[in-house]
C-alpha cells in the first residue's frame, strides 16, 4: 500500500504572492513542509501539484532541484490535478496538504493515517467540525475515492472542493474526522497574509532545533507563554474564497 502526501501549492496567491516560496528561518514555506512531513512513519512519497499557469514553473524548478516530484495540472479542477498526481506515483492513499502550512505536524497524520489503513476508510479530515489550529489541516482519501469524485461529478464547486462532494453523499463513503480534546481553532498557523508570515517565521525562530521539528504541543505552549504572538493574526479574514464559492452555491 503506496502512502503518498500530496501537497498542492501556486505563487498566485492575491494575499502575499510567491509564498510557497518565501524563506522561513533560512528554507523556503516548502522545504518545511516536506522536511516536516518526512518524519512521517506512514507517509511513502511525496509530489507537490502545482498549476500549469506560467508563474509555477518557479515551483517545478524548486522541485527539480531538490530532487522533489511534481507534477502541473488544472488551475481549478483541484480532483483532477491530484488524481493525475497520485496516478504518477502509483499511490493507493493521498494525504492532501497545503503550500501555506509550513507547520504541518507529521504525529497528527499518523494518527489519522493508523486509523485509516486498519479501518479501510475512504476519506478522513481533521477540519470537521475545527478542533485544531489552521494551519495543521490535512484530508486522506483513498484513490478510489478520487476515482469515484473523478468519475461522477463535473460540478466545478466539487471538483474545486472534493471534501464537499464527500459530506454531500456521505452515506456513500467509510469516513473518519480527527478531534482534538481541547479547541484550539482559534489559533491561525496558516500563511495567507504577511502578519500570518511574522507569526510562523517567530514560531520557528524560537523553537527551531537542529536535526528536530517542533509539534503542536511546542506551538501551543510557546502561544500561551507569549500570548502577544497570537494577537499577530488573529482578526485577520479566512477562507475567503470558499466561504464566497459556498454561499453562491446556496443562493
Same mark, same amino acid.
Given at each position: 500500500?503506496?502512502?503518498?502526501?500530496?501537497?498542492?501549492?501556486?505563487?498566485? $496567491?492575491?494575499?502575499? =504572492?510567491?509564498?510557497?516560496?518565501?524563506?522561513?528561518?533560512?528554507? *523556503?514555506?516548502?522545504?518545511?513542509?516536506? &522536511?516536516?512531513?518526512?518524519?512521517?512513519?506512514?507517509?511513502?512519497?511525496?509530489?507537490?501539484?502545482? *498549476?500549469?499557469?506560467?508563474?509555477?514553473?518557479?515551483?517545478?524548478?524548486?522541485?527539480?532541484?531538490?530532487? /522533489?516530484?511534481?507534477?502541473?495540472? $488544472?488551475?481549478?479542477?483541484?480532483?483532477?490535478?491530484?488524481?493525475?498526481?497520485?496516478?504518477?506515483?502509483?499511490?493507493?492513499?493521498?494525504?492532501?496538504?497545503?503550500?501555506?502550512? =509550513?507547520?504541518?505536524?507529521? #504525529?497528527?497524520?499518523?494518527?489519522?493515517?493508523?486509523? +485509516? /489503513?486498519?479501518?479501510?476508510?475512504?476519506?478522513?479530515?481533521?477540519?470537521?467540525?475545527?478542533?485544531?489550529?489552521?494551519?495543521?489541516?490535512? #484530508?486522506?482519501?483513498?484513490?478510489?475515492?478520487?476515482?469515484? /469524485?473523478?468519475?461522477?461529478?463535473?460540478?466545478? +464547486?466539487?471538483?474545486?472542493?472534493? +471534501? #464537499?462532494?464527500?459530506?454531500?453523499?456521505?452515506?456513500?463513503? @467509510?469516513?473518519?474526522?480527527?478531534?482534538?480534546?481541547?479547541?484550539?481553532?482559534?489559533? &491561525?498557523? *496558516?500563511?495567507?497574509?504577511?502578519?500570518?508570515? #511574522?507569526?510562523?517565521?517567530?514560531?520557528?525562530?524560537?523553537?527551531?532545533?537542529?536535526?528536530?521539528?517542533?509539534?503542536?504541543?511546542?506551538?501551543? &505552549?510557546?502561544?500561551?507563554?507569549?500570548?502577544?504572538?497570537? $494577537?499577530? &493574526?488573529?482578526?485577520?479574514?479566512?477562507?475567503?474564497?470558499?466561504?464566497?464559492? @459556498?454561499?453562491?452555491?446556496?443562493?
Amino acid at each position: 500500500m503506496n502512502v503518498v502526501a500530496i501537497i498542492q501549492a501556486r505563487m498566485g $496567491s492575491t494575499r502575499l =504572492p510567491e509564498k510557497a516560496l518565501k524563506k522561513i528561518h533560512g528554507k *523556503t514555506i516548502l522545504w518545511h513542509i516536506i &522536511n516536516r512531513i518526512n518524519h512521517s512513519k506512514f507517509i511513502d512519497d511525496v509530489i507537490i501539484a502545482c *498549476t500549469i499557469n506560467n508563474e509555477d514553473k518557479a515551483i517545478e524548478d524548486f522541485a527539480k532541484k531538490n530532487f /522533489i516530484k511534481v507534477y502541473r495540472g $488544472s488551475v481549478d479542477d483541484i480532483v483532477d490535478r491530484f488524481y493525475n498526481a497520485a496516478k504518477k506515483v502509483d499511490a493507493d492513499i493521498i494525504i492532501r496538504l497545503w503550500g501555506d502550512c =509550513p507547520l504541518v505536524d507529521p #504525529e497528527l497524520i499518523d494518527k489519522a493515517l493508523k486509523v +485509516f /489503513i486498519e479501518k479501510g476508510l475512504d476519506y478522513s479530515n481533521n477540519f470537521n467540525p475545527p478542533s485544531y489550529p489552521a494551519g495543521l489541516n490535512f #484530508e486522506i482519501y483513498s484513490i478510489k475515492t478520487l476515482e469515484t /469524485i473523478l468519475i461522477n461529478t463535473k460540478d466545478p +464547486f466539487f471538483r474545486e472542493y472534493p +471534501f #464537499e462532494y464527500v459530506y454531500a453523499f456521505e452515506k456513500s463513503f @467509510k469516513t473518519y474526522y480527527a478531534k482534538n480534546k481541547k479547541n484550539l481553532s482559534s489559533i &491561525n498557523l *496558516t500563511v495567507d497574509y504577511q502578519q500570518d508570515f #511574522e507569526l510562523i517565521s517567530k514560531i520557528f525562530e524560537k523553537l527551531s532545533k537542529k536535526d528536530e521539528i517542533f509539534y503542536l504541543d511546542d506551538i501551543v &505552549n510557546l502561544i500561551n507563554k507569549n500570548p502577544e504572538l497570537q $494577537s499577530l &493574526n488573529i482578526d485577520l479574514k479566512r477562507n475567503i474564497e470558499y466561504e464566497r464559492d @459556498k454561499k453562491k452555491r446556496q443562493t
